[in-house]
């Protein structure tokens, strides 16, 4: 006996949200991927690395923006991230950045700062240049050199 039309659409809705669901974790091992293999860390690492930096920049931004970065994030980040304890601190400097990094990532303070540029230059790749913009835009002249990678 064939499927009634209801029977039908129901079997489309959940194929639907199937897809979704491998693509979404896809997207998101595919970022993480992105940051192991470039920075040469195991996944869990890279994982972790990417919460960690992601969060504390969450910190820094206006809930607009992280609102904005979230849109573009793989969903299963955004979930991921949506669980991370959050302060709102509209003025932190890099060093102040990179020890929140380095307290969530769980590394020695003098690793933070390349882990989290790493980590900013693939997140670059994966979100609109008009997103990084924004971004950018909101951070201090430190934090600005860090985002795009400069050394100080």
Partial sequence: MAPTAKEHDGAD??????RHESRAGSTYAQFVRDVASRGGYTRE????????TL????????IQEVRALESQLPTRLDGILAFQPMLALPTMDRSTFCWRFAVRAGVPEEEA????????????LHISAGES??????LS???KKL???LEL
Avoid: K, S
């Avoid at 809705?13 to 199937?18: D, F, I, Q």
């Avoid at 700062?113 to 670059?124: A, D, M, Q, Y």
């Fill in 13 to 18: 809705t959940e194929a639907r949200a199937l």
């Fill in 45 to 52: 690492a890279a994982e972790r690395y990417v919460v960690a």
């Fill in 55 to 62: 969060t504390t920049l969450e910190e820094r931004l206006p």
């Fill in 113 to 124: 700062e390349p882990i989290v540029r790493l980590v900013f230059r693939v997140l670059r």
């Fill in 133 to 138: 913009r924004h971004i950018e835009a909101q």
């Fill in 141 to 143: 002249e430190d934090l």
């Fill in 147 to 149: 985002w795009v990678g």
